[in-house]
């Protein structure tokens, strides 16, 4: 038998989770067992005959997983629920390359509350170089990264002080990008965009594990990120405004939004709502406009940065 679950839609240090009831036979109590790894579900609370209930006293930046059993009389509680992935939301950061007053330029911008004002600058990166953030090392932090002719150089303490580097890519026109690859609860991986050619490296060993082929019009842009929530990194074109989603990673896309298009705008795909699904963001000019249901209108909309700044998102505190 298998019961319903579904979690609210905020994250805050608690999650509320909704369920089906189990009729026959009736259901006398459910519990909720949770933990950090699928499968893995150490803490438990009885939560008696109800059908919703929340879970308070979560860690910030942690990805949590719950299933629901009924207990019944003659009935044993071995009716899971679908495992849920409650994921907090991601910290926002931008990265600028002027400098303001008394400022240096090359640096990340980062904003742990997302009130929309930095809460720490880290100085990073130079001129030319790709800034991008990801989760590199254990821990469920967000590594600062610059690449730099194919050197990737990895922050991981967000301290502005390089951990280490690792070759890969470095063909003129090649465009870096990190996901998740691997599965369902694996860091994330390094990723070269060359021409419609996706190079996949998915142990930091400077060579690609793993190959798609997908886009390639020139001036196309690549996001990855998982937009269909099975815990695999989805391939992404971002083309004058029209967003093409291959879900399969197969070559093809399933999937096609018409969202942004204007010059300046600059694409981000990312889970702002921590339902699992990475959403479409268009960065204009310091403006975050961002669609949650995938369906090309922007139901969130802020303002944080500036024309010219790059748009960053992740785990920074």
Same mark, same amino acid.
């Given at each position: ?20 009831? =189990? ?233 096609? =939004? ?60």
């Amino acid at each position: 038998m298998l019961l319903l679950l579904v979690a609210g839609p905020s994250f805050a240090g608690s999650v509320t989770l909704a369920w089906n009831p =189990v009729t026959s036979p009736p259901a006398m109590g459910y519990k909720i067992h949770y933990g950090t790894a699928v499968g893995n579900y150490p803490s438990l609370i009885n939560v008696g005959n109800v059908t919703s209930y929340s879970v308070a006293g979560l860690a910030d930046g942690v990805t949590y997983h719950f299933v629901v059993t009924a207990y019944a009389t003659g009935f044993s509680d071995s009716a899971f629920s679908n495992d849920l992935g409650a994921i907090a939301k991601p910290d926002l950061g931008l990265y600028r390359t002027s400098a303001g007053v008394g400022k240096p330029p090359y640096r990340f911008l980062l904003d742990y509350n997302r009130d929309h004002v930095p809460d720490a600058q880290v100085q990073y990166g130079a001129a030319g170089d790709i800034p991008l953030v990801g989760k590199i090392s254990p821990g469920g932090m967000s590594s600062l990264i610059f690449y730099r002719n194919g050197m990737w150089n990895f922050d991981n303490n967000r301290d502005g002080i390089t951990n280490s580097v690792v070759a890969f890519g470095g063909v003129p026109g090649d465009i870096p990008l990190t996901a998740n690859f691997s599965g369902p609860g694996q860091l994330d991986d390094i990723v070269i965009y060359r021409s419609g050619t996706w190079y996949v490296d998915t142990d930091l060993s400077g060579s690609a594990n793993l190959i798609y082929m997908f886009g390639g019009v020139p001036g196309d842009k690549p996001l990855a990120a998982d937009v269909n929530g099975d815990g695999i990194a989805d391939l992404v074109i971002y083309r004058n405004g029209i967003w093409y989603i291959d879900t399969n990673r197969n070559g093809n896309a399933d999937m096609i =939004v018409i969202f942004g298009g204007l010059p300046q705008d600059i694409p981000a795909l990312f889970d702002w709502d921590g339902d699992g699904k990475a959403d479409l963001c268009i960065f204009r000019d310091g403006v975050w406009y961002i669609s949650t249901k995938r369906d090309g209108v922007a139901d969130v909309i802020f303002g944080f940065g500036a024309a010219g700044d790059r748009p960053m998102v992740g785990r920074f505190h």
